[in-house]
């Protein structure tokens, strides 16, 4: 079982750090940016951090270039300069990112691997989103692409490369082929984890460095739980 721990300036899981970018391996619970819970987000969290690493007067830029769902772990980048930022954005608007997710799983996928492609459309009123094999009003298209990587005992391993960045994708789109994810309930899993996380993990992140223009590839370690660690 694991027990749910916040990021901390003292504790925070850094995967990389330059002068442009950090990139963070969130654990479940932080939020990347502030929401209506008013509770700290990552990103101030990591402003407090750099603050006191390099002994900064005054405020410290940070800039927001992606998010992860609050109970989603993994890799999330954040742009140190405002230069940084502006291209980061560019970058991650023209699809020039490659993002790949593992997710726990309790059916087995109707196919070994296969392309999902759905139309998502959210509902504000209770922050989900529902994904329709034809298009609907107000609806946005979804294209995933899955495969099982691993059979467990009770579940199986899916490794996830999106196509596109919808909200909630991954979670509604395996929701809709019968799959939802571990500690789910708000896409149809019968329990919660312990900590209130969902077994989805953001394990992989590749991108065009925003100022040294190199491929940069950061992959971030599973959470410390008994069915991450069989993996």
Request: charged share 30%; aromatic share 6%.
């Amino acid at each position: 079982m694991s027990t749910k721990e916040i990021s901390t300036k003292n504790n925070l899981q850094i995967l990389h750090e330059d002068n442009h970018i950090i990139v963070i391996n969130k654990r479940v619970g932080d939020i990347v940016q502030g929401d209506k819970t008013g509770d700290k987000p990552l990103s101030d969290v990591v402003k407090e951090y750099i603050k006191e690493k390099y002994n900064k007067p005054g405020d410290v830029f940070l800039g927001v270039v992606h998010r992860l769902d609050r109970p989603t772990t993994g890799t999330v980048v954040f742009a140190k300069t405002s230069k940084a930022l502006t291209r980061l954005n560019e970058t991650f608007k023209n699809r020039e990112t490659q993002k790949t997710y593992w997710a726990v799983v309790k059916n087995c996928p109707p196919k070994e691997k296969d392309t999902l492609i759905h139309f998502l459309k959210r509902n504000p009123k209770n922050n989900t989103s529902k994904a329709h094999l034809k298009e609907v009003p107000d609806s946005k298209k979804a294209s995933l692409t899955y495969q099982i990587i691993k059979k467990l005992d009770n579940y199986f391993v899916l490794e996830i490369d999106l196509h596109t960045g919808r909200h909630h994708q991954i979670r509604a789109q395996l929701q809709a082929i019968g799959c939802p994810i571990k500690g789910d309930l708000k896409y149809g899993f019968d329990r919660s984890n312990p900590d209130g996380g969902i077994h989805l993990h953001a394990r992989k992140l590749e991108i065009i460095h925003p100022v040294t223009k190199e491929k940069c590839i950061f992959i971030a370690t599973t959470p410390n739980d008994v069915i991450w660690k069989s993996i």
